[in-house]
């Protein structure tokens, strides 16, 4: 597609129930960002991944959280043990390596809700 | 760490009216985006700012970024109702290009 596609829109889980975020990014993007954001407020990042290399993971809140890229284009992001405090928006973005001095923005997709029960 | 303060939270305006929502960062701004994002979708990138004293226009929309590189302005001119949602500026964090966002402007026109 031309577009950054995310499944499912709306995820609705019991505390305790492990889900899967997919995210499906624009043809040939290298870079792969998930981020949440809360109601109100703006994205935070979680992990990012460089076609199938997750090199940053600092932003994800615990160890229940996983995600991966295994063949450097879909990416799933799971979470174990679902907690109230995982309902939020879940965002994916992708965009080309960036390259010196010219603009590489951040595509997002339309996000899965996440509600936790 | 870094962080964006965007003001105002929120903004209502008349159509056809011209406003500015500004975007301020604690330490000096290496690479600024601007996204919209109306409910329940995912964000729009508007425009990138990377140069002290740029400025950069699409439409009716004009981003700035100041000679210090440490905020920017976004202005609409004659704002009109499909210019309504929540206005995000995001500055590039660390060696991956992860974006810190600011907690977004909310923005209303009333016909």
């Known amino acids: 597609g031309a577009g950054v596609s995310q499944s499912p829109r709306y995820k609705v889980a019991k505390r305790g129930q492990d889900v899967a975020l997919r995210c499906d990014p624009i043809?040939?993007?290298?870079?792969l960002f998930w981020y949440q954001q809360a109601l109100g407020q703006g994205p935070e990042f979680l992990t990012y991944f460089q076609n199938e290399a997750q090199l940053d993971k600092s932003g994800l809140p615990s160890d229940r959280f996983f995600a991966e890229r295994p063949e450097g284009s879909v990416s799933t992001l799971k979470i174990q043990r679902t907690q109230q405090e995982d309902s939020a928006v879940y965002l994916c973005a992708s965009s080309l390596l960036r390259v010196r001095a010219k603009d590489q923005p951040q595509h997002f997709g339309d996000g899965t809700r996440l509600s936790i029960l | 760490s870094q962080e964006l303060e965007q003001s105002p939270q929120s903004l209502i305006v008349q159509e056809g009216k011209n406003l500015t929502i500004n975007c301020t960062s604690s330490?000096?701004?290496?690479?600024l985006y601007w996204y919209k994002q109306k409910y329940g979708e995912g964000l729009i990138f508007l425009m990138m700012l990377q140069k002290g004293g740029e400025e950069k226009s699409h439409e009716k929309i004009t981003a700035k970024l100041d000679e210090k590189k440490q905020q920017s302005s976004l202005h609409i001119t004659a704002s009109q109702p499909s210019h309504a949602g929540i206005y995000l500026c995001g500055a590039e964090g660390g060696a991956t290009n992860k974006l810190i966002f600011g907690t977004g402007t909310l923005l209303a026109v009333q016909p």
């Open positions: 043809s040939g993007h290298v870079s």
């Open positions: 330490k000096t701004l290496y690479g």
